[in-house]
């Protein structure tokens, strides 16, 4: 089992940065990727950033130039540095955690942070 932990959210005026960070505890040796999901209202969980345990990072395209996704490995952290924030990266913001069980992996989830950027 993995337990996450999400802090930094918060209101932020438009063009405004945010932090969000995530804190894993459990069965850490055996998390593969860490990332960050975002649902705002009335719409799908999306993906936002996640990076491998090598340290290989990807982002949605909404995103790229804006977020970086950091990763502590030695701290079991992951963070998520948002800068020139938008209205529409309003929403709960999920860290995830993906768990090797040998055949397969197991994805986990912290309780969401809620992120709300006002124009």
């Known amino acids: 089992q993995v337990q996450l932990v999400e802090s930094g959210g918060g209101l932020v005026q438009a063009g405004g940065s945010l932090r969000l960070s995530c804190v894993a505890s459990?069965?850490?040796?055996?998390?593969?990727?860490m990332g960050w999901y975002r649902q705002a209202p009335g719409k799908q969980r999306e993906v936002v950033a996640g990076?491998?345990?090598?340290?290989?990072?990807n982002y949605a395209d909404s995103v790229k130039g804006r977020f970086t996704i950091s990763r502590d490995n030695a701290k079991s952290t992951v963070s998520l540095q948002m800068n020139s924030l938008k209205p529409e990266d309003t929403g709960v913001y999920y860290c995830?955690?993906?768990?090797?069980?040998?055949?397969?992996?197991?994805?986990?989830w912290g309780q969401g942070t809620q992120v709300t950027v006002s124009s």
């Open positions: 990076m491998t345990g090598y340290g290989r990072a």
């Open positions: 995830n955690a993906m768990l090797d069980l040998g055949d397969y992996e197991e994805a986990w």
């Open positions: 459990g069965s850490i040796a055996n998390i593969n990727a």
